[in-house]
C-alpha cells in the first residue's frame, strides 16, 4: 500500500504531468460533467456545479450553457433532450 502510495506521488510530480494546462484541466471536467449527466440535462446543473461551471439556458434553442467561472476559453453545450454534451475548448495564442 504505501509502495503504492508513493508510486502514485512520484507520478504525480513528474515534469510530464506539470506539462498539463489549466484549459486541459477544465476540459476534462467538462467531459467528466457530460458523462455522469448520462443524458438527463437536469442532472447538468448539479453535476457541472460540482467543479464550479457556471449554466444559463439559451432560450432562443432550448439548449444549455454552461462554462467555468475562472477559464473563459472552454464551453459545455447541451441540447435540450440531453442526446447531445459537446465541450468546446479554445487555445489562444
Known amino acids: 500500500m504505501i509502495r503504492t502510495v508513493f508510486l502514485l ?3 504525480l510530480a513528474s515534469p510530464a504531468f506539470a506539462q498539463i ?3 486541459d484541466l477544465r ?4 467531459y467528466v ?11 447538468a ?6 467543479f464550479g461551471w457556471t449554466d444559463r439556458e439559451e432560450t432562443e434553442a432550448g439548449t444549455r450553457y454552461t462554462r467555468p467561472g475562472f477559464a473563459a ?6 441540447s435540450p433532450d440531453g442526446a447531445t454534451c459537446d465541450v468546446t475548448t479554445a487555445y489562444g495564442t
Open 21 to 23: 494546462s489549466d484549459i
Open 73 to 78: 476559453t472552454n464551453s459545455a453545450l447541451l
Open 27 to 30: 476540459a476534462a471536467e467538462g
Open 9 to 11: 506521488l512520484t507520478l
Open 33 to 43: 460533467s457530460c458523462l455522469g449527466i448520462k443524458g438527463d440535462v437536469t442532472a
Open 45 to 50: 446543473v448539479p453535476t457541472f456545479g460540482l
